[in-house]
């Protein structure tokens, strides 16, 4: 058997220069192998470019097939005698049917009265305090059973909900 103290000085002793001079070259020799198998290979990505390419024809294509569909005639379902018409024809047959139909004439247009609100009709209608006021608890006549004998409103303002003043517009005949 070795003594344990060769074996010491076996382990504890330098490596040649010459084991240190092949590591060096082994990682060298895997560099230019790497370099090799990677450095001819294009430096961009083609990748995005043929899915921009792709996606250009997919456009076209589909442009192509909605022009067709808006200039010619075809058959949508010919068993229930649907077609195509192309767009500027539909728009043609379009304005000659519109033309034939007579238009039905319209009705006059009726504009809502405005109803004042309880409040304010009991405050500005009336001149005497004591004579009109309800008693506690009712509520006040409406605007509309008191007559107007003009025929037409009047251009007194009255107060709205808020408590602001607010003019109410003359009707016109």
């Known amino acids: 058997m070795a003594e344990p103290q ?9 490596a040649p220069l010459s ?11 895997f560099g230019l ?3 090799a198998v ?36 075809g058959w949508i379902d010919k068993n229930k005698g649907v077609a ?3 767009i500027q024809r539909a728009m043609e047959l379009t304005i000659v049917e519109l033309a034939q139909k007579k238009p039905a004439p319209a009705g006059p247009i009726a504009t809502p009265e405005p109803q004042p609100t309880a409040a304010s009709s009991s405050v500005a209608a009336s001149p005497q305090p004591s004579a009109s006021v309800p008693p506690t608890g009712s509520p006040p006549p409406p605007a509309a059973a ?9 251009a007194n303002p009255t107060t709205s909900p808020a408590g602001s003043p607010s003019p109410v517009p003359e009707k016109k005949p």
Do not use: C, H
Request: hydrophobic share 40%.
């Open 33 to 35: 192998i790497v370099l």
């Open 38 to 73: 990677i450095g001819p290979a294009p430096r961009g990505s083609n990748y995005e470019e043929t899915r921009a390419k792709k996606r250009m024809e997919n456009l076209k294509t589909i442009r192509d097939e909605a022009a067709k569909a808006l200039t010619t005639y």
């Open 6 to 14: 060769s074996l010491r000085q076996v382990a504890q002793s330098r």
């Open 84 to 86: 195509r018409v192309p």
């Open 19 to 29: 084991a240190w001079l092949g590591i060096v070259l082994l990682f060298a020799l």
């Open 146 to 154: 008191q007559p107007n004998p003009g025929g037409s409103q009047s």
